[in-house]
């Protein structure tokens, strides 16, 4: 199907935050794009309004049972003033999928792109154009229905909220993390929802992120939750370990989020000639190759950091620290090459970029 979006604009438009304070998730932009769905009629009522707080009946099913996801992606300025929006496909259908996981419908790819290319044209003045800004998009699936019992809901809302944002690191520069490698706590299991960007994936890991933070670390490399001995994601991104030379990533599952950025950075690896591996990756084999010399970087990657490097591992009274805490250089090289993309300032040769 084909949405019609009609569109109300507010009548008291905000001033865009300068670009030295958009933090990240701070701000948002002046409207919201919603779309309703029932049993009945399905997808409808379509339409790009003011941003404002939602009505939901304190019964909505979303509030007792969990049926929540979503999806983040961001829209670029590009170097001749134009917008594009990156692997803008690859989220529709990683959103798709996900809902159906969650016993949601899924707005079908072609309307999710409508949907974000039509909230992105509305909110033009609202992607910054200073080096490391962008407007991220944040589409939210929720279940509606007001009733109190353990299935799906028949009623459900699609949102879309952007908000304009800078770099994660504060610059162009990037800054190396230290993370809390987590032995007792899960952020996702065989068999769940770490595939999904599902709500209650991020509300499981936010005791044990608590904890790290207090103990002075930035995030938690999680581990597997049968047997804690290989490595998954790191804090909410996929995790790239470089050993004697080759990118090991763990292989996908269905408790690893497919991630955009971590496609993207498999493209540019396999391009350049890189020797890459997708398979289970142990802790012991991360703490051996530091042991022998070989453990040349850790580094994560998402859509809201791009790449983020690694400068130590605790694994309990183990501290290892990687390339004396300094950024490796396939993760400035990868921040480089997709920042550049993203911008327009190198050539789009994969097709990731969608012009609004």
């Given at each position: 199907m084909s949405l019609s979006i009609r569109t109300t604009k507010t009548a008291s438009p905000r001033p865009m935050p300068p670009a030295e304070q958009l933090g990240f998730g701070k701000h948002f932009s002046d409207h919201m794009l919603c779309v309703d769905y029932d049993a009945e009629h399905g997808w409808h009522d379509a339409r790009v309004e003011p941003y404002a707080p939602l009505a939901l009946d304190p019964s909505a099913s979303v509030l007792h049972y969990g049926q929540a996801m979503f999806e983040g992606l961001k829209a670029f300025r590009q170097a001749d003033g134009g917008v594009a929006i990156f692997r803008l496909e690859a989220h529709a259908k990683r959103m798709e999928r996900g809902a159906s996981r969650l016993c949601m419908p899924g707005l079908p790819p072609e309307d999710f792109m409508q949907a974000i290319r039509a909230f992105v044209a509305v909110e033009d003045a609202w992607v910054p154009s200073a080096p490391s800004t962008a407007l991220y998009v944040r589409p939210t699936?929720?279940?509606?229905?007001?009733?109190?019992?353990?299935?799906?809901?028949?009623?459900?809302?699609?949102?879309?909220?952007?908000?304009?944002?800078?770099?994660?690191?504060?610059?162009?520069?990037?800054?190396p993390v230290r993370i809390w490698v987590e032995r007792d706590y899960v952020r996702a299991a065989r068999g769940g929802l770490g595939a999904t960007k599902a709500g209650a994936n991020y509300a499981a890991s936010l005791y044990a992120a608590v904890k790290a933070k207090k103990a002075g670390y930035d995030q938690v490399l999680w581990l597997d939750a049968k047997e804690h001995a290989f490595v998954e994601e790191v804090g909410t991104m996929n995790l790239f370990v470089v050993i004697d030379g080759t990118i090991i990533t763990p292989a996908l599952s269905d408790s690893i989020l497919a991630g955009v950025t971590r496609d993207s950075i498999l493209a540019l690896a396999k391009e350049w000639g890189l020797k890459v591996e997708e398979r289970p990756l142990g802790a012991a084999e991360v703490l051996d190759a530091k042991k022998r010399g070989k453990l040349d970087e850790v580094f994560g990657s998402g859509t809201a950091a791009v790449v983020s490097p690694v400068a130590e591992l605790a694994f309990g009274d183990d501290r290892v620290v990687i390339n004396d805490g300094k950024p490796g250089p396939l993760a400035n090289r990868f921040y480089h090459e997709i920042t550049s993309v993203q911008r327009g300032e190198k050539p789009d040769t994969h097709g990731w970029l969608s012009r609004v």
């Open positions: 699936l929720i279940a509606t229905e007001a009733f109190l019992g353990v299935r799906p809901s028949n009623k459900y809302l699609f949102f879309i909220i952007g908000s304009p944002v800078g770099s994660y690191y504060g610059g162009d520069t990037l800054k």
